[in-house]
């Protein structure tokens, strides 16, 4: 019987590519996902194959966390480089995808609740990149309303100036503030009625996690709710490969969490624990949870 092989086949389609350009590319990235001793000289050369074609592997690996990655493969543009390809067809890339789509179908639902009860009401988007979850859902359900005001607030101006344009080109602009601050520190005029903090958890242990948590309850008005996203063991269970990369080319390493430590987090931080919800391929869970 034909041995299976450990790898998938977008992983094997990778491999595959790679091995037409130096056979000795593909020989070292299966000895280092092994765990197996490699050349430096080798590795050096790959790592270097990697930077200088690579658009997503240059950008993730300056900055691991910044929202190029995040944007790259929302956009979903076909790409001519087999790494960058890799990223887009990846379980791991795809799972980022899902993550947006399911936050903005959620979401809605959310600010539904708070207008029954509320004229208007403030969102904050903490760690927002571009804030292209909050601009797809007002441009969709909220373009004519002045009962909501977005708050996108991102320590990369980039991404902001980024937003800024998309919430222009989408018709939605007259109802977010882009502010350019370390959300940590940020001292808002007017307090949230809901918040995000989505793609910013991941690589966070939990004491850290409580900190950050504590310090957003700051932010929040009383029963306000904030919304976490953080990745699961599922994504090392089933796209090993994208982990192994994330953490050999940019050191990448994730704190995967599941409900229990989300609930542990949010309750530690002083709040109460309202719900959770998967994305479909269930590598991100997303917590909900309340001031009191
Ligand atoms: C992976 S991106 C996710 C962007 C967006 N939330 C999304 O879901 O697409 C993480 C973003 O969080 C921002 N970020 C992380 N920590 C931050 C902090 N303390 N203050 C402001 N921005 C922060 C980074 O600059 C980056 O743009």
């Given at each position: 019987m034909e041995k299976k092989s450990e790898f998938n086949g977008v992983v094997l389609q990778l491999l595959k590519e790679i091995e037409k350009e130096n056979p000795k590319f593909k020989e070292f990235l299966i000895k280092k996902y092994k765990g197996l001793p490699c050349y430096p000289k080798l590795e050096e050369a790959v790592y270097n194959y990697?930077?200088?074609h690579s658009k997503i592997f240059a950008v993730t690996t300056s900055n691991p966390g910044?929202?190029?990655?995040?944007?790259f493969l929302y956009e979903g543009k076909p790409q001519s480089f087999p790494l960058d390809r890799y990223f887009l067809n990846c379980k791991g890339g795809k799972a980022i995808k899902s993550r947006l789509i399911t936050i903005e179908k959620k979401l809605p639902?959310?600010?539904?609740?708070?207008?029954?009860?509320?004229?208007?009401?403030?969102?904050?988007?903490?760690?927002?990149g571009p804030g292209r979850d909050i601009i797809d859902v007002l441009a969709k359900?909220?373009?004519?309303?002045?009962?909501?005001?977005?708050?996108?607030?991102?320590?990369?101006?980039?991404?902001?100036?980024r937003g800024k344009r998309l919430a222009q080109i989408k018709g939605v602009a007259h109802l977010i503030e882009f502010v350019h601050a370390n959300f940590l520190r940020y001292k808002p005029k007017e307090k949230f009625d809901i918040a995000l903090l989505i793609g910013v958890l991941c690589p966070l242990n939990v004491?850290?996690?409580?900190?950050?948590?504590?310090?957003?309850?700051?932010?929040?008005?009383?029963?306000?709710c904030v919304i976490?996203?953080?990745?699961?063991?599922?994504?090392l269970e089933e796209d090993p490969f994208t982990c192994f990369l994330m953490k050999w080319g940019a050191n990448w390493e994730?704190?995967?969490?599941?409900?229990?430590?989300?609930?542990?987090?949010?309750?530690?931080?002083?709040?109460?624990?309202?719900?959770?919800?998967?994305?479909?391929?269930?590598?991100?869970?997303?917590?909900?949870?309340?001031?009191?």
């Open positions: 990697g930077i200088t910044t929202s190029l990655l995040t944007e639902f959310i600010i539904e609740e708070y207008l029954k009860k509320k004229k208007k009401i403030v969102i904050g988007n903490l760690g927002s359900y909220y373009r004519n309303t002045d009962k909501i005001k977005a708050i996108n607030i991102d320590r990369d101006k980039t991404s902001l100036d004491p850290t996690c409580i900190k950050y948590l504590k310090r957003i309850k700051k932010l929040l008005k009383r029963g306000g976490v996203s953080n990745t699961t063991r599922r994504m994730l704190v995967y969490k599941d409900e229990k430590d989300l609930k542990y987090i949010f309750e530690k931080a002083g709040y109460k624990w309202k719900e959770h919800f998967y994305e479909p391929y269930r590598f991100h869970i997303m917590g909900v949870g309340c001031t009191k």
